[in-house]
């Protein structure tokens, strides 16, 4: 990666001239030592090659696990009802009916030499934030598993009433080496599911898709009628994003929290496959 530095003939003595590099932002927390060697006050040295290339590696986030991890929201009620963050309610643009969740074992057999079996842990949350409802579901190599948004993954919260928003985030396990049989369980009322304690045991073979059926108002005066709304449903595939050990420590923890505190609330269900 190359690095430039924009030098201000005119810049203020009292302002770090590191200010103005053309370095993107960052999350990543520097302690003293490493402040001084990137930033160190009124230099004019831009960074190394090798510098610049330790920045960006700190930038990314580490995927060690790709193809296992799947996200989208929903939305099955803004149309007509408020989210959790206020947002929709009558006369509003948004989600006006169920959301059908497919999700397809394409039959890879890395995780599963024998069987192609995989666990899809299913992670929803709320659109403040918050996981309301988790479980873990086993698919076979070549099958597909149907699941209502409003009746298999969001009637049954931790929390509030029924979600009408937010987002569904799937993460696909195998077998635990070493750990055999294949397991893949809810948990819930005081038990320990394979959501809440998934370990290292990843696998990629997992595809998803989801419907969203949307009303959408018109600002055309001459619609029929005026003003009114257009419905339409539309599949959306999830999007394989990258996860890293933060966020899978994350995503179980807060199930786990969910399977033994929650006396089996926040616990989704499987749908219908085979």
């Known amino acids: 990666m190359t690095v430039y530095v924009l030098l201000l003939p005119t810049l203020p003595q009292d302002i770090e001239t590191c200010q103005y590099r053309g370095m993107s932002k960052s999350l990543v927390v520097l302690d003293p030592a490493e402040t001084a060697a990137c930033c160190s006050p009124l230099s004019v040295q831009a960074l190394s090659i090798q510098q610049a290339e330790q920045v960006a590696r700190a930038e990314q986030i580490i995927d060690f696990a790709p193809g296992s991890y799947l996200v989208s929201y929903f939305d099955v009620s803004s149309s007509f009802a408020k989210s959790q963050q206020g947002y929709g309610g009558p006369g509003h643009s948004g989600g006006d009916g169920d959301a059908l969740v497919h999700i397809v074992d394409v ?7 024998v069987h192609g079996d995989l666990c899809a842990n299913i992670y929803v949350f709320d659109d403040d934030q918050e996981m309301q409802e ?12 149907t699941f209502s948004t409003i009746n298999d993954l969001t009637s049954n919260p931790q929390f509030s009433s029924p979600l009408g928003v937010g987002v569904i985030k799937i993460v696909s396990s ?8 294949f397991d893949c369980s809810s948990g819930g009322n005081g038990k320990a599911g394979t959501a809440g304690t998934i370990g290292a045991n990843l696998g990629h073979g997992l595809e998803a898709w989801i419907n969203h059926t949307e009303s959408m108002a018109s600002n055309n005066p001459s619609f029929t009628p005026p003003f009114g709304f257009v419905t339409s449903t539309s599949v959306t595939e999830f999007h394989h994003a990258p996860i890293d050990i933060g966020e899978l420590d994350q ?13 089996g609330r926040g616990i989704c269900r499987c749908g219908i496959g085979s």
Do not use: K, W
Request: proline share 10%; charged share 10%.
């Open 174 to 181: 195998g077998i635990e080496v070493g750990v055999p049989p």
């Open 134 to 145: 988790c479980c873990s579901c086993p698919l076979t190599a070549d099958s597909v598993q």
């Open 251 to 263: 995503l179980g923890g807060l199930c786990l929290n969910i399977e033994l505190h929650a006396s």
């Open 107 to 113: 039959g890879a057999f890395d995780s599963d030499p």
